[in-house]
């Protein structure tokens, strides 16, 4: 039986570690750490969201500030609110809470955020330094799964790791830590030919794709490290992208879903808010 | 016996598809394209490099400005430069001939550089965009690979690709620009534990490590497509990473050192520099 990754624990060391960081930052240079989050429309898992991100900022000492627009601000509003955080200097972090009303324009709202306000590791200046090791904000997602694997002590170094799925927000970030950290990579998704017998090689298995219980006990290697990046609703409850039940048998560690990867995103978030804050 | 893939033949097809674009551009519009190239120093090689590039741009219709700074150069001295040519309308791409003499702070001659005149795909923020699969200039050498694959029409979708060799300017492009085919990537390095077994599953193989025919016949797969990067100077011969006498015999294609990616990084400038002059 698997080692039960504990991402709530993680999580939790995490954050009281940040909150002690910066009362310390804070004190030492008399400047503040500030998140500005901004929701627009009535999405309800929107408003859950930035109630939670506004909890986590007062628990590790950041000043938030939430901006809430209602679902019919027009494009040109957005676009308004989102440049005056960007010029307000007491606003050290910009996070814009997706997705917005159908009828703006995300891609033109999210480009107005500079890398140096950008929590969410988004902007193509802070993906691009990613690729290159370069210090940067990361993507809150794969940044979690990395967190993870260094609280657990697991060295990457010459291992196997295998990434389903490749988009820009999880796979494709994923792919370059995984590079960086000096794993051999290899990147799977929905083209992918013989997936099983790729996954079957890998020494971790991560994998982010949204369907339910894909990855089955016959796509594992015995004592591989499973990491599973999806949150399905399936029947009213929660499933990743990893037949939890049997995978386990075969894992030697794996995330749960809830539990796993899903408490450190807004960890992560947390540690970003803070590193774009002091790299004034 | 593969067949040999024609670097020299392709580069010039494309360069003589960039004149016509070129000169149809320049009529339609009334704007110019135009190449600012910096030299440093003494270093041999790098002035050739240069010349070559100024034949390049006379002949497919690129205007090109070459400045010729002595061994000496400060780094304000460089800095003034490159920010003038930033600064100078005329001006729509801009590159500078690494390496610089080592009293010099590339980096941070490099960061002057803003991403729509960055001919080389050398930028963070250019970067970025190649990774989320954005339309942007792309580093010459990768870009000059999936040319190279797309003239002899070769479909990635869904062929498991092998890159051997994580640098920033070849490896970690190349991958990206894989993964954004549709290709399934796997990325090995110095670290990676069991390369001749992984080299093996590929369907490409694409080496760029800097080491004279490092790849041997075992660790090729029958009909595979190979792709050598590396350019050693060895006993006054150029060779490649791939030991091509061999390997040339299992593999279905396969580029020749020299005449095979090398002669394609000249013509990918050209074509980056006809993008970011586009672009603007």
Redo the contacts between chains.
Sequence with gaps: MATIIDGKAVSLAIKDQLKKDIAEYKTSTGKDISLAVVLIGDDPASKVYVNNKATACEYVGITSYTYRLPQETTQEQAEDLVSSLVNDEKITGILVQLPFPKHLDENKILKLIP?NKDVDGF????????????KTVVSCTPFGVMELLKHYNYDL??K?AVVIG?S?IVG??M??LL?NA????????S????LAE?ARTADVLIVAIGRPKFVTEDMVKDGAVVIDVGINRVDGKLVGDVDFDTVSKKASMITPVPGGVGPMTIAMLMKNTFIAGTER
């Design positions: 890398a902007s193509d200046e802070n993906i691009g330094k990613l690729l290159q090791g370069k170094t010459g196997n490749r820009n494709k970030p792919t370059a590079i000096n794993a051999t990579v290899t990147v799977c998704h083209k992918t030919k013989n790729i």
